[in-house]
């Protein structure tokens, strides 16, 4: 069965200082994972995706992702946070018919 | 705008009662997916419809209901409602089946802004 963890609920950063919000998958195949973001009063947009070409994943808004088999994870990253960047992440692995959601990170960006 | 409506905005209503939530995908896509988002259960897959047949189930209760129309909007029917349905829903679309390796199987959705359901 597939399922994601979210390994932090709530991360905090600095402005300028770098991102990181941790993901771990469990899948019995090889899976396709998304990080999407949800900004306060907003839908869910996507950020990245992976699905099985290159294991490190460009998004959009400077994000980027890495697919790492042997530990079952799927990081988010960012160098340098901005303000505009709190907001709620998921992470999210594929299965046919539907996407399964992991429970969320909220990023809080202090000037 | 991801180019999905959904309507009403914000509902409050009565234990008891019902509610209709309704949903325009974006032009041209034929899924549409609802999600309950609450504070205690996250977002959680209620279910999925592709071109008006029910596709995929998620952990909807038997009071919840819905359809896909011929014109491809979605309707979510909430019944008997309870003090715990209370929670933002969403819809979202995507032009193919998700995770299917199809083609066209972007793995992308797109959401709507959600409607606010307080039942008091």
């Known amino acids: 069965a597939q399922s994601v963890t979210q390994l932090d609920s709530h991360v905090s950063v600095s402005e300028g200082t770098p991102v990181l919000l941790r993901c771990n998958y469990s899948?019995?195949?090889?899976?396709?994972l998304f990080w999407y973001v949800q900004h306060p009063n907003k839908g869910l947009q996507l950020l990245l995706k992976?699905?099985?070409?290159?294991?490190l994943v460009k998004g959009i808004n400077g994000f980027e992702a890495e697919f790492k088999k042997s530990e079952t994870s799927f990081h988010l990253t960012k160098p340098s946070a901005h303000m505009s960047d709190a907001a709620e992440y998921f992470c999210v692995v594929s299965l046919i018919g539907k996407l399964i959601f992991g429970q969320g990170t909220e990023l809080s960006v202090k000037p | 705008d991801s180019g999905v409506t959904q309507t009403p905005k914000h509902l409050i209503t009565a234990t008891g009662q019902r509610v209709t939530l309704r949903c325009s995908p974006r032009?041209?896509?034929?899924?549409v997916y609802w999600y309950q988002q609450s504070l205690d259960q996250g977002l959680q897959f209620l279910i999925q419809?592709?071109?008006?047949?029910?596709?995929a189930k998620g952990n909807i209760l038997e009071r919840f209901s819905a359809q896909q129309f011929p014109d491809l909007h979605s309707e979510l029917n909430l019944s008997s409602l309870e003090l715990g349905d209370s929670a933002l829903y969403f819809c979202?679309?995507?032009?193919?089946?998700?995770?299917?390796?199809?083609?066209?199987?972007?793995?992308?959705?797109?959401f709507g802004e959600g409607s606010r359901l307080t039942v008091l």
């Open positions: 032009s041209g896509d034929l899924s």
């Open positions: 419809y592709y071109n008006g047949e029910e596709r």
């Open positions: 992976y699905t099985s070409a290159a294991t």
């Open positions: 899948s019995s195949y090889s899976p396709s």
């Open positions: 979202a679309s995507s032009s193919s089946l998700l995770g299917t390796g199809g083609l066209g199987d972007t793995g992308e959705l797109f």
